[in-house]
């Protein structure tokens, strides 16, 4: 079982940075796959950024260039660092675990979320 804690959501004006992290209980985060999904009102959850155990990142094409994911193992946390953020950036973002060596691209593969929280980027 895996519980995950988001945190660091917030306003933000457009060209702005924010920095999002995700702390994972139990002690096995190093073996997860780590991702980030967003849903922003009216529209589908959809996939930000994915970091394997073994540190591969994927990343959504918007995400590309603006957004950063990491993790440290030691802390059980994975953070997404949003740069030159966008009124469209504004959703719930959410936290993925996906056990194993796969990455945690498709919402269909995610074993766990977190709560979520709110990023809001004024214009």
């Known amino acids: 079982q895996v519980h995950l804690v988001e945190s660091g959501g917030g306003l933000v004006q457009a060209g702005g940075s924010l920095r999002l992290s995700c702390a994972a209980s139990?002690?096995?985060?190093?073996?997860?796959?780590m991702g980030w999904f967003r849903q922003a009102p009216g529209k589908e959850r959809e996939f930000v950024a994915t970091i394997t155990w073994t540190g591969i990142i994927y990343a959504a094409d918007f995400a590309k260039g603006r957004f950063t994911i990491s993790r440290d193992n030691a802390k059980n946390t994975v953070y997404l660092q949003m740069n030159s953020v966008k009124p469209e950036d504004t959703a719930v973002y959410y936290c993925?675990?996906?056990?194993?060596?796969?990455?945690?691209?498709?919402?269909?593969?995610?074993?766990?979320w977190g709560q979520g929280t709110q990023v809001t980027v004024s214009s």
């Open positions: 993925a675990a996906r056990s194993g060596r796969l990455s945690a691209r498709d919402e269909r593969d995610v074993d766990y």
């Open positions: 139990g002690r096995t985060f190093s073996s997860y796959a």
